[in-house]
């Protein structure tokens, strides 16, 4: 099967510390892979995206940084936290262009900067 | 930049009633999805429809696409409690033709 995996689950983090979320996926090999932020109550922001290893596009300038170490590893961190980092953390992968076809989820990690 | 945009942006409905949403977008189009999202969960596809189709069926889902008017549609038949959630549509956007969400419509079926 093709799961996606993200940890943590839930974060607390106090303003100006670092962040590493952690993305992985199963059983499928050289997937695009995207971060999306949602905020409460809003729809998704696309934040990065990854066709391969080492390869990261961003959608808009922030204070976040994403990083492809493995085919199947996607990363996303910040050096110093700021409260309006907070939100929910959703990984995605897609087989091909995204423009085309389907993208599937993982689980998300919930993150609270106070 | 926002492409899709959902209508309305809550529904309140009774268990066994129809749920239509509806989704409204501002470029041409190669094709538009339809996401559901549980609370505090992550998003899963629903349906895809083709710019070149005008519906596409899947259980008691049903989707129109009218690329005249820029807009696609939603309905839910026979709605359940487990239908519950936030429903979204996606269209291709943005400066690399990622897909674009909009802010989704959240449904509330009441058993």
Same mark, same amino acid.
């Given at each position: 099967s093709q799961t996606i995996h993200q940890w943590p689950a839930t974060l607390v983090q106090p303003v100006g510390s670092p962040l590493s979320l952690e993305c992985t996926v199963e059983g499928t090999s050289n997937p695009n892979l995207y971060w999306y932020r949602q905020a409460a109550g809003r729809g998704l922001q696309l934040l990065f995206y990854s066709v391969g290893i080492g390869q990261i596009s961003s959608e808009v300038p922030q204070n976040l940084s994403a990083s492809r170490p493995q085919d199947r590893q996607f990363i996303l961190s910040s050096k110093k936290l700021l409260l309006s980092d907070s939100g929910f953390y959703l990984c995605a992968r897609s087989v091909g262009l995204a423009a085309i076809n389907e993208q599937f989820f993982g689980p998300g990690t919930r993150l609270t900067v106070l | 930049s926002q492409q899709g945009e959902e209508d309305p942006q809550a529904l309140s409905i009774q268990e066994g009633e129809n749920a239509t949403m509806n989704c409204s977008y501002k470029t041409s189009i190669n094709n538009l999805q339809w996401y559901r999202q549980n609370s505090g969960r992550g998003l899963v596809h629903l349906i895809l429809i083709r710019s070149n189709e005008r519906e596409k069926h899947s259980g008691r889902l049903r989707v129109t696409l009218d690329t005249s008017k820029k807009s696609s549609s939603l309905l839910i038949t026979a709605?359940? /409690? /487990?239908?519950?959630a936030s429903y979204f549509c996606a269209t291709v956007g943005g400066s690399q033709g990622n897909l674009i969400f909009g802010k989704g419509t959240k449904l509330s079926v009441k058993p």
């Open positions: - | 709605s359940r /409690a /487990a239908d519950t």
